[in-house]
């Protein structure tokens, strides 16, 4: 399979605690219930990967150093290059013909997505994952996730300073500021209610977006 007969490239941005991870979940179950395949990548993989050659612990605050630095030193996009590249190899190596859908999640900084638009137009879409602040709060004070410390699940004050800072509040050009990547989708996500609110949304995306084989 040749990296341009991908379907689409589905780029996912939104804030912790947003339900990104839900969202890939009910978006790959349909898609694979209609016979087509997907992929996975993740900035965020990128970042643990770097961590574990450093030898560092891998938290949320660690991992946010790292791609501040990588975005410092190699531009604001790198993260996307390494993730295309990766994805480019992974693809050039396929040699079916199944109908197939790549996702690329954990975009934090606008030139990752700019990145993303140039390299993989006309095919590529990017969905913001999005909910109140308030819920999003909720969410983290009430989760356990290994790669965040302990005071944001304890918290709520916590958890809300970590995703301002997440959402850019006080970052450098070169730092997370995941509110004006959610500007930049063109697609929105309002995963605030039920999950079957969400899988509504998430097939009505496939259907505007996404070209299934049977209408080519």
Not at 3 to 20: C, I, M, N, S, W
Not at 48 to 54: F, L, Q, S, T
Not at 73 to 88: D, F, P
Request: glycine share 6%.
């Amino acid at each position: 399979m040749k990296v341009q007969e991908v379907l689409r490239y589905v780029g996912v941005t939104g804030l912790p605690g947003a339900g990104k991870g839900a969202f890939i979940d009910v978006l790959r179950s349909m898609l694979e219930e209609q016979g087509i395949g997907t992929r996975y990548y993740s900035l965020s993989d990128e970042l643990r990967e770097e961590a574990k050659r450093r030898e560092m612990e891998v938290s949320r605050p660690v991992l946010r150093a790292i791609a501040n630095q990588l975005r410092l030193e190699h531009g604001s996009g790198v993260l996307s290059l390494l993730v295309v590249n990766k994805l480019r190899q992974d693809l050039s190596l396929l040699t079916d013909d199944l109908p197939l859908v790549v996702i690329v999640d954990a975009i934090r900084n606008p030139e990752e997505v700019a990145y993303l638009q140039r390299e993989l137009a006309p095919r590529f879409d990017l969905v913001a994952v999005d909910a109140p602040l308030d819920v999003l709060v909720s969410r983290i004070a009430a989760r356990a996730r290994y790669d965040e410390p302990a005071e944001f699940v304890r918290q709520k004050e916590a958890a809300r300073r970590m995703i301002l800072g997440e959402a850019g509040n006080d970052e450098p050009a070169h730092g997370h500021n995941i509110r004006r990547c959610m500007d930049m989708a063109n697609w929105t996500i309002d995963n605030s209610a039920s999950l079957d609110s969400l899988a509504q949304q998430v097939e009505a995306f496939i259907g505007a977006r996404i070209r299934l084989p049977e209408d080519s």
